[in-house]
């Protein structure tokens, strides 16, 4: 079945960065392009960023524009999520899908706090 393992969250320090990786298993990833959510405590959730299935053509929310890097490995069956320059604001768990959406994760956890 498909499965997507969200991975790499964790306590940074505002400015700090991580790398969030999503392993992806139940499909054929490499024909899917692919899509990064995130969803704070008690507010809804937001697309972060967005990958074709060749890996091109990047989008991204403008909170994260120019902080944050989407890409893939589609030898790997993993997407990738490079975070630098962390604000307090993208506290969150994070969530790896594929467009369309198949079933959900669990989510990594972002604590972004001094």
């Known amino acids: 079945q498909v499965q997507l393992v969200e991975s790499g969250g964790g306590l940074v320090q505002p400015g700090g960065a991580l790398r969030l990786s999503c392993a992806a298993s139940?499909?054929?990833?490499?024909?899917?392009?692919m899509t990064w959510y995130r969803q704070a405590a008690g507010k809804e959730s937001e697309l972060v960023a967005t990958?074709?299935?060749?890996?091109?053509?990047?989008n991204y929310a403008d909170s994260v524009k120019g902080r944050f890097t989407i890409s893939r490995d589609n030898a790997k069956n993993t997407l990738y999520l490079q975070m630098n320059s962390l604000k307090p604001e993208d506290t969150a768990v994070y969530y790896c899908?594929?467009?369309?959406?198949?079933?959900w994760g669990q989510g990594t956890q972002v604590n972004v706090s001094s």
């Open positions: 990958i074709t299935d060749a890996g091109g053509r990047p």
């Open positions: 139940g499909f054929t990833f490499s024909s899917h392009a």
């Open positions: 899908n594929a467009i369309p959406f198949l079933d």
